[in-house]
């Protein structure tokens, strides 16, 4: 008996954090449209945009004079930007980023709750700092670069058949005896 009711508490305490997960994706998505819509009617100012300068380093990108319209999201010590506008000039990739507070506050949100169901200590200003627990592993673990070639692992597997009748003959023959030494 009580080993059903530990499973139906897991269970509950699964489908309760699976719930969650779906409910905050869902308000993030509705966050992320309404913010969309409000960009594309233009309701908002210009003093709420944020620059942001990117450079780059491609040699042939023609400059623009003015901004265009750019769509994505970027967030930034923990604070969600939505893009605006985008223009290059001569080395510089510059965003105007519209700050999206409602999607920072549900990531907030989500995190909270994240700490209190895996009962890790939430930090709070006033409160000391937990002591930083490091292994060996974590310290000198080393993770390479991988990457996928799929194109040259088909290239691979495809055989070449040539279909040319004057290359059987073209080969040279092997000599019958070697040479006598003179010594």
């Not at 913010?35 to 210009?46: C, G, L, P, R």
């Not at 939430?122 to 000391?128: L, P, V």
């Not at 990457?147 to 290359?167: A, E, G, K, S, V």
């Amino acid at each position: 008996m009580i080993k059903i009711g530990a499973i139906l508490l897991l269970t509950l305490h699964l489908c309760s954090s699976v719930f969650y997960t779906f409910i905050f994706k869902y308000f993030i998505s509705l966050s992320d449209k309404d913010a969309v819509s409000q960009i594309d009617k233009a309701a908002y100012k210009d003093a709420e945009l944020v620059e942001i300068a990117i450079p780059l380093n491609m040699p042939y990108m023609q400059s623009q004079n003015d901004y265009e319209r750019y769509d994505g999201s970027i967030e930034f010590n923990g604070t969600h930007y939505n893009y605006v506008k985008r223009k290059t000039t001569n080395d510089t990739l510059h965003l105007l980023c519209l700050p999206n507070a409602q999607k920072t506050q549900l990531y907030a949100t989500k995190n909270d709750y994240a700490k209190q169901l895996s009962d890790a200590p939430s930090s709070k200003k006033g409160s000391e700092s937990s002591a930083i627990k490091s292994t060996f592993f974590s310290e000198y673990s080393y993770q390479s670069m991988q990457y996928d070639l799929t194109c040259f692992h088909i290239r691979i597997n495809q055989h070449i058949t040539i279909m040319n009748p004057f290359l059987a003959s073209c080969f040279i023959e092997t000599a019958g005896k070697p040479p006598q030494s003179l010594v």
